[in-house]
């Protein structure tokens, strides 16, 4: 028998694929997405970077005031002298930390009530511009109230005093922030979550005792106390945490 085949026997042995194996082969399985996490996100990293350049360079341009601010965060001080005036590079560090404690409470509020798997930058931007609003429709609606039923040197003294809790809440909150990002476990998470919450409600009540010493010095002045928290503190407040869910469910 001779050991070469032929060509009829070649054409045999050829298996013509069907249109089932056809198909079977030009399956693909996609695997599942990588959800969106702070940590996979690199514009996080850039927010927290230029936040904490914000902060040595307010720091930097003037720190007399905050080691002062510090020292009387318990006290009511009018200043103590006429020549004793807010100088321009105290301004530029004030600002400069009253955008660094709003960017940090942003970021951090975003983290907290974002319950999706997307993080966005401009989600996270529509955060820091509404906390910008908010502190600026304060500032002239702690103006108009003190036109009508406060004196102007107090209606000062309380808004250096609510700044300044403002920009410690800051520095207190960044390093949770930081730990918050970066350590990825669900029970440390809530810790910090705890830990922030805690901080913000003692900053809201030490605030709250603050006013009461600057301004309650007859029994009308809690009245008018009590409109002003109910006016600029409370309800603010609520309609914010709302104007942050309605982002967050529209973007």
Aim: glycine share 2%; with cysteine; hydrophobic share 55%.
């Amino acid at each position: 028998m001779p050991d070469t085949i032929t060509n009829q026997q070649f054409s045999d042995t050829i298996v013509v694929p069907n249109d089932t194996m056809l198909t079977t082969a030009t399956i693909r399985y996609d695997g599942n997405p990588i959800q969106s996490t702070a940590i996979t996100e690199n514009w996080v990293f850039g927010v927290v970077f230029i936040l904490f350049l914000f902060m040595i360079i307010a720091v930097n341009r003037s720190y007399n005031w905050i080691v002062e601010a510090f020292r009387n965060l318990s006290k009511v001080r009018n200043r103590s002298s006429i020549f004793s005036k807010t100088t321009a590079e105290e301004y530029q560090s004030r600002f400069l930390l009253t955008v660094f404690a709003t960017g940090v409470i942003s970021l951090y509020l975003y983290l907290h009530l974002n319950v999706g798997n997307t993080l966005s930058l401009t989600v996270f931007i529509y955060f820091f511009m509404a906390g910008l609003i908010f502190l600026f429709i304060k500032t002239h609606l702690m103006n108009l109230v003190a036109y009508v039923f406060l004196e102007p040197e107090l209606l000062k003294t309380a808004k250096e005093n609510y700044f300044n809790i403002i920009s410690f809440l800051g520095f207190l909150m960044y390093p949770l922030l930081i730990l918050r990002l970066y350590i990825n476990t669900d029970i440390d998470v809530k810790i910090f979550d705890f830990i922030a919450v805690i901080l913000s409600l003692s900053a809201l009540i030490f605030m709250t005792i603050k006013l009461f010493r600057i301004f309650l010095h007859k029994i009308l002045d809690f009245f008018h106390l009590m409109l002003y928290l109910c006016t600029l503190e409370i309800l603010p407040l609520i309609g914010m945490f709302q104007a942050y869910k309605l982002i967050i469910k529209e973007f």
